[in-house]
Each structure stands twice: as C-alpha cells, then as structure tokens.
C-alpha cells in the first residue's frame, strides 16, 4: 500500500525558513518524479516544484524559484521542500506527490494528507 | 505557462442527474507522438487531499465508478458525472500535465440541488 506522509509545516515569520519532509512508502520511491503541490485556503491546487527519480532534474513554479529547494534521499525514501526568504502568500498546505510514471508526463496519483505552513507575524 | 479554465463555477444537480463540467487549456495538450491528451481530472473534498479521477482526458483510475467519464481533446474537455450521488459533492479540478509548470483550473463545485 503507498503510503506519503509530509511533516514539517507550522508558524513562520515572514522572511523565514522551514524544511518540509515527505516518507514515502509502499512503492520503488526511486523510480518516480515526486512533487510538491500546494493549496492556499479557498483556492485550488498551485503545482511547486518536482524531481526526477534519481534527482538530478528538479522544477519550479516561477512564484518560488530562488526561494525553495526540492531534493530527496532515496536511501531514505524521502523528498523534501526548503523554503526560504518565505512570505505571506506562501500560507497553504502543501501535500507531497507522486507522479504515475517514471517521467515526468503523468498525473498525480498519491497524494499525502498535507502539512500546513502558515506565514505570518 | 498552460493556463487552465473551467465552467461553471458551480452547479447545483438533483441525485440521480447528470452533472457536466467544462475545462479548456489556452495551449494544446494532446501529445501528437501517442495521440494522448495530458489532461486530468481531480475530486477534492474539504479536509482532503485531491483525489485523482481520471487522466489521458478519458482513462477512469481503477476504483472510480464508472459515473464518471471524461472526453475531449486538443483544448477542450469534459467531466461527466452520471447518476449524481450524496458523496459526489467535491470540488473537481482539470490538470495539465504537458507542460512545466503543471497547472490547474480553478475548480467546479458541485452541489446538491
């Protein structure tokens, strides 16, 4: 049974870091693009970022690139999201993803139950 | 980027009839390599993560009833739900999946007339 569990999320100060983490399990996790998707309160889901199965292709959406790193540790069936230089517009919760296919083409077909991240002061 | 639409904003449909709800890509999202559309359908109930229906515009997901169907292509979809029931109430979400960034519409709420 896959299996995605984010942690991480909380309270953070405008200007402010977090480190999001996902654990992943259930499937061969270094097979598959993972993705950090994003969902602000009462609007729709906002794609973040994605990396390739052995994480030497990542992508951003245009609104955090140069703020938010993605990376993974397939040792550890993990992925993970370090957001700096975070603002008020960030505040969302933000699910952790699997893609179904080893490229990038595919749809999101796991999804964990998300972690809120609430930027504020 | 690949911008997403979708109509109506909501729509209220008695149990039992059938709700229709339109997306539409301002890009092309059929691949003309495997003639398959890029295009994805997501239900999202509060609390919940999204949850995928259906993909290639018209594959259900194993386990999604068949009262749902999908069809369309190039730019223009739908998401036909069939025999409305209680647990249908969702807001429901068209995907592109062609191009980076991936991007989504802005969702239809479907109610219970």
């Known amino acids: 049974e896959v299996q995605i569990l984010e942690s991480g999320g909380g309270l953070a100060q405008p200007g402010g870091s977090l480190r999001l983490s996902c654990a992943a399990s259930g499937f061969n996790f270094r097979n598959y693009v993972m993705s950090w998707v994003r969902q602000a309160p009462g609007t729709g889901p906002e794609w973040v970022s994605g990396?390739?199965?052995?994480?030497?292709?990542?992508y951003y959406a245009d609104s955090v690139k140069g703020r938010f790193t993605i990376s993974r540790d397939n040792s550890q069936n993990r992925l993970y999201l370090q957001m700096n230089s975070l603002r008020a517009d960030d505040t969302a919760v933000y699910y952790c993803?699997?893609?179904?296919?080893?490229?990038?083409?595919?749809?999101?077909?796991?999804w964990g139950q998300g972690t809120l991240v609430t930027v504020s002061s | 980027d690949i911008v997403m639409t979708q109509s109506p904003d909501s729509l209220a449909v008695s149990l039992g009839e059938r709700a229709t709800i339109n997306c539409r890509s301002s890009q092309n999202v059929l691949n003309s390599s495997n003639n398959k559309n890029f295009l994805a359908w997501y239900q999202c109930k509060p609390g919940q993560p999204p949850k995928l229906l259906l993909y290639w515009a018209s594959t259900r997901r194993f386990g999604v009833p068949d009262r749902f169907s999908g069809s369309g292509s190039g730019t223009d979809f739908t998401l036909t739900i069939n025999s409305l029931q209680a647990e249908d109430v969702a807001i429901y979400y068209c995907q592109q999946f062609y191009s980076i960034p991936f991007t989504f519409g802005p969702g239809t709420k479907v109610e219970i007339k």
């Open positions: 993803a699997k893609l179904d296919g080893g490229d990038w083409n595919w749809p999101l077909d796991y």
């Open positions: 990396i390739s199965g052995n994480g030497e292709s990542t």
